[in-house]
């Protein structure tokens, strides 16, 4: 069965960091990478940040690169999320998932998500 599990989130000053972890399992083994997403209250789910399984590919979004760093953990099925510099417009619920493609393709299911919120 599916699971995706997101944690790591918080209240951070802007300028800030925070370390998210992504567990993924159940179907990994049909998808080619791993996503980060986001959405804040009253807009669309955003891309964020992806790298595919075997860890040797990574893609961001323009409004985070530089910023963010996608990796993956050495603990099996892990991906972390590591936030510098944070800025208030990066409050959102961040969700992870896995991907057809290193550019998108979600699958249909999303875990709870992790919320994470910067003040000015």
């Known amino acids: 069965q599916e699971q995706l599990v997101e944690s790591g989130g918080g209240l951070v000053q802007a300028g800030g960091s925070l370390r998210l972890s992504c567990v993924a399992s159940g179907r990994t083994f049909s998808s080619v990478a791993l996503g980060w997403f986001r959405q804040a209250p009253g807009k669309e789910r955003e891309f964020v940040a992806s790298?595919?399984?075997?860890?040797?590919?990574?893609y961001y979004a323009n409004s985070v690169r530089g910023r963010f760093t996608i990796s993956r953990a050495n603990v099996a099925n892990t991906v972390i999320l590591q936030m510098n510099s944070l800025k208030p417009e990066d409050t959102a619920v961040y969700y992870c998932?896995?991907?057809?493609?290193?550019?998108?393709?979600?699958?249909?299911?999303w875990g709870q998500g992790t919320q994470v919120t910067v003040s000015s």
């Open positions: 998932n896995n991907l057809r493609t290193l550019y998108g393709g979600p699958y249909a299911y």
């Open positions: 790298i595919t399984w075997n860890g040797g590919n990574t």
